[in-house]
């Protein structure tokens, strides 16, 4: 069974980095399409980036093009997200998710991590 476990949340100034790793277990990580996506308290959850490597796809939302990078490390089985840049409006939950189709929507996808909590402050 795939199961995801998201890492690398923290406490982050303005202006700061972080990378979060997506680790899988029961799959090839290559063989899916692997978003991000993120979850304000009070606030639905959104798309964050997805990559699909079948399709030869990554698309990003329009609030962190130019901030983060989703990349992937087919050796290690992990999908990462480079954040630069953070903003206090990027805190939130960080979740990744397993579909079969790169698309920033969460009704398509399948399978979740857990989330990792990133906070932007000073």
């Known amino acids: 069974q795939l199961q995801l476990v998201e890492s690398g949340g923290g406490l982050v100034q303005p202006g700061g980095s972080l990378r979060l790793s997506c680790a899988a277990s029961g799959v090839t990580l290559d063989n899916y399409a692997i978003g991000w996506f993120r979850q304000a308290p009070g606030k639905e959850r959104e798309g964050v980036s997805c990559t699909y490597t079948k399709e030869d796809s990554t698309n990003y939302a329009d609030s962190v093009k130019g901030r983060f990078t989703t990349s992937r490390d087919n050796a290690k089985n992990t999908v990462y997200l480079q954040m630069n840049n953070l903003k206090p409006e990027d805190t939130a939950v960080y979740y990744c998710?397993?579909?079969?189709?790169?698309?920033?929507?969460?009704?398509?996808?399948?399978?979740w991590g857990q989330g990792t909590q990133v906070t932007v402050s000073s």
């Open positions: 998710a397993a579909s079969v189709l790169c698309r920033l929507r969460v009704s398509d996808m399948r399978y």
